[in-house]
């Protein structure tokens, strides 16, 4: 059998013609070698005593949402000037991007990747259950104009979430990667509210657009521009359906566009998110050659105002945590998902003033897991000389931590 010829306009992380197939096109994604992994230490041990009292350590606890009024109040931040990022759990987001005008406006509500089911696997009764629960429900959210979704693993594309959304938010827009739309479909969603999009591909949109009355300035206009990016990561939802779809992760800008074409700069950004979805970063632990995706999108994008970025696999096997062992990732292959070290790489390549460490503590692990994942955070930013987010003042390398499931950051905009 002939095999299907590369044509010059194909992209790399294209495995086909037909665009039915996708690749990690980088050599961090290749598998390591019989060498390396004999060279790795037996992954599976037991937890060091005492994590609880690191110094590094926190107890993710899970709150109910308050859409950033906390966080409002303890930065005294105008909202008007500010974007909220609210943790929702796992890879769940959602983003607050108020009005630029200064009448007091409606809000575009912004969710990413979200699942609120107690599962994530086929149905209900199957698949990895939740450690901690949701913050929330559909029924609970502020808003939600536009939903962003990074690939189809079953913890970043919920069925019954999808469906939950449709009904409550009928007017909702999808931004999916190549692959995905005829799954929505599938949901109920309609055709027009559906954009799929490939790796660097964008869609750019006024306030009208989301069917808000937007108060303009007079020289200017609020534009959203929704960019889908690389990730170094892979997609199926069963074993017949592997690399059938991509996956990416998200930049959102928000714009003033100027009314004035002999302006020299048509465009002034006014807010950037980013969120990148489930990824890896390196091929294996110690590994040299890491995505080179990631300088990419922060040369340019960067510098973004707020960042969402995973540091941990998500969790462990069950019967794995049940019988109090850990996993160790410094001794398996780490190409699809990085490390909180490499989460902290990935902050400083895309440039990102403030990141929220996600895809942890959530599904199942155990606490001590949890615990490890943000002692190995923390650590990895003294290391980098990534601040605090609870410092009030930003660093030149910026600031990472984590938060209660459920609750928020508000970022003032330069």
Request: with cysteine.
């Amino acid at each position: 059998m002939s095999s299907i010829k590369r044509t010059p306009s194909r992209p790399a992380h294209h495995a086909n013609n037909a665009g039915t197939s996708f690749i990690n096109p980088w050599p961090s994604a290749s598998k390591p070698s019989w060498a390396e992994l004999t060279k790795a230490s037996f992954p599976f041990g037991r937890y060091e005593v005492g994590l609880h009292s690191h110094r590094k350590a926190r107890d993710v606890k899970v709150v109910t949402p308050d859409w950033g009024i906390t966080s409002l109040k303890k930065c005294k931040a105008d909202k008007s000037k500010s974007i909220i990022g609210t943790w929702l759990g796992h890879a769940g987001a959602l983003v607050e991007v108020p009005s630029l005008d200064k009448k007091e406006q409606k809000s575009l509500w912004l969710l990413i990747d979200p699942i609120f089911s107690s599962r994530a696997g086929p149905t209900q009764y199957s698949g990895v259950a939740r450690m901690k629960q949701s913050p929330c429900q559909v029924d609970d959210l502020p808003g939600c104009d536009a939903v962003f979704i990074s690939h189809n693993h079953y913890d970043h594309l919920d069925l019954s979430t999808i469906k939950a959304l449709g009904q409550r938010f009928p007017e909702a827009r999808y931004y999916v990667p190549l692959g995905i739309k005829q799954w929505m479909l599938s949901c109920g969603i309609p055709d027009k509210l559906v954009y799929e999009l490939d790796w660097w591909q964008n869609r750019e949109y006024s306030l009208a657009d989301f069917h808000h009355q937007a108060v303009e300035v007079s020289d200017s206009q609020t534009i959203f521009r929704f960019t889908c990016v690389p990730a170094q990561h892979n997609s199926g939802r069963g074993p017949i359906d592997q690399g059938g779809t991509l996956w990416c992760g998200w930049v959102i800008e928000r714009l003033l566009r100027s009314k004035d074409e002999s302006a020299e700069s048509q465009f002034a950004r006014k807010g950037s998110i980013y969120h990148a979805g489930d990824t890896g970063y390196r091929r294996i632990t110690g590994s040299e050659s890491v995505c080179p995706a990631f300088k990419e999108i922060g040369n340019r994008f960067g510098p973004f105002d707020l960042s969402f970025v995973p540091i941990w696999r998500g969790g462990s096997l069950g019967f794995i945590s049940y019988i109090g062992l850990r996993i160790s990732h410094h001794d398996i292959p780490s190409a699809l998902h990085g490390s909180p070290a490499d989460a902290v790489a990935i902050h400083k390549d895309v440039k990102s003033r403030n990141t929220i460490g996600i895809h942890f503590g959530t599904f199942i692990g155990s606490v001590n897991e949890s615990y490890e994942a943000v002692i190995e955070f923390g650590q990895a930013c003294d290391e980098f000389g990534v601040g605090d987010l609870e410092d009030e003042v930003e660093g030149e390398n910026g600031r990472a931590g984590t938060l209660d499931i459920g609750a928020s950051l508000a970022i003032e905009i330069a």
